[in-house]
């Protein structure tokens, strides 16, 4: 059974602060990770996705992909409010045809 | 911004009746999924679905559940004599290019089996 693995948080950081989220899977053929944001009672938002190991910036949102170790992560720099929500760590299973799996998400809490 | 559109956003039945869901994926996506979650639980897979047939199904994707794209616009899941269990959120996704790139969610439908 494949699993992606996060800290369920919650994880609470300042505004201005940098957010670090971390995600484990077990499936290491995996060639393609997401990270989405769900807020509560919405749906997830895809908001990186990253192929190779390294990092991987997009405006504030940093992700890192280490496939050796079977680690992704998120980091968020100058979290906002706005930022307070669930994050889902994603991973395609390469034995399956068509299969992304998700994994229990972190929830983050950014005090202003 | 294109977006996937769910309806209705929250439906109560009672056991053992059926349901469909409906999902209106963005036009030009060839990739179909739905995934369920029950509340405070992880997102989970229930199905794939591409060129007019499934691709993949989970162990929860048994006998009660089935999809169909009747037309070129709409995808559907039906859940047959439903069970106070299958209580969850149901979201419909597509993507351009299936699992190696992202996908982009509807924004779900609320199933209350009473």
């Given at each position: 059974q494949k699993e992606v693995e996060q800290n369920s948080g919650p994880l609470s950081v300042p505004e201005g602060a940098i957010a670090s989220l971390n995600c484990t899977y077990?499936?290491?053929?995996?060639?393609s990770f997401f990270w989405y944001r769900q807020y509560s009672g919405k749906s997830p938002e895809l908001i990186m996705s990253i192929y190779s190991n390294g990092d991987k910036e997009d405006g504030r949102f940093t992700a890192q992909l280490n496939k050796a170790s079977q680690y992704v992560s998120l980091l968020i720099r100058d979290?906002?409010?706005?930022?307070s929500a669930t994050y889902l760590c994603a991973v395609n299973i390469m034995a399956s045809y068509d299969k992304v799996i998700f994994g229990p998400g972190t929830s983050l809490s950014v005090i202003p | 911004e294109p977006e996937v559109t769910q309806t209705p956003s929250h439906q109560v039945t009672q056991m053992g009746q059926e349901v469909i869901l409906r999902c209106v994926p963005?036009?030009?996506?060839?990739y179909f999924y739905w995934y369920r979650q029950i509340l405070g639980q992880k997102v989970e897979f229930l199905v794939s679905f591409y060129n007019n047939e499934i691709s993949e199904k989970s162990?929860?994707?048994?006998?009660?559940f089935s999809v169909e794209r009747p037309d070129g616009s709409n995808f559907t899941l039906k859940i047959r004599?439903?069970?106070?269990?299958?209580s969850a959120m149901y979201f419909c996704a597509s993507s351009a290019?299936?699992?190696t790139y992202g996908y982009t969610f509807g924004s779900g439908t609320r199933l209350t089996v009473v």
């Open positions: 077990s499936d290491r053929g995996s060639q979290s906002q409010p706005s930022d | 963005i036009s030009n996506h060839l162990e929860i994707f048994d006998d009660q004599s439903t069970k106070l269990e299958d290019q299936g699992k």
